[in-house]
């Protein structure tokens, strides 16, 4: 498996080994260049990625504590003039893109799964597309289209449908400005199922 590691302190952009018996592996990592090519090639044909790698895992970290692991079965590398990023992709309904958040103290507190997603590294911004589902460790559960992760302040956010499912209730709305673990979150146009106790109600009601 592509193993990448990557720390806030110091942004290096996404290098891409595979070590096997501390050996390079030439058949898990694709270099794709097309010398000569044009500008017209590259408006027809789209961007043509760096580096292509499979059973790809990147680990990023902050003062030296876990941040987040990203492990697709796919990863696309491009560079622009100003930047760089990735593509992630699962390659099949089974296998899912699977993005592992840690809190403060490097605890794991949620897993986002989707079809794809794109990783501005230099940004910290990450875009999960198609079949978005977040998941915490209090069983809470957010489904939608599309997702923007923010490394620097923690939140998750959207402009798409979004629904959140918790043990006592089930909100939905268009829009969506959370934390990643979903202990707090703001919906735009919402609308809300509460469960109640019966119990309780019939306590009231004696």
Known sequence: MTQLHWGRRSVLGLLVYVAVGGGLLAGGCEHRTRPGGTDRDKTTRGPTPKHV??????????????????????????????????????MDDTTKVRVYLFDEEGDSSATVTADSLVFQDQKGVLDAYRNVVVTTEDNKRLESEHLTWHQADRTIRTRRFV??????????????????????????????????????????QQ
């Open 53 to 90: 790698s499979w059973d790809a895992a990147f680990n990023m970290s902050e003062d030296g504590r876990p941040r987040a692991v990203l492990r697709a079965r796919r990863m696309e590398q491009y560079q622009t003039d100003d930047s760089t990023y990735s593509v992630w992709r699962s």
């Open 163 to 204: 629904r959140i499912r918790t043990p006592s209730e089930v909100v939905q709305g268009d829009g969506l400005v959370a934390d990643e673990d979903l202990e707090t979150y703001q919906l735009g146009r919402f609308s809300a199922e509460v469960d109640v106790d019966e119990d309780d109600d019939t306590d009231e």
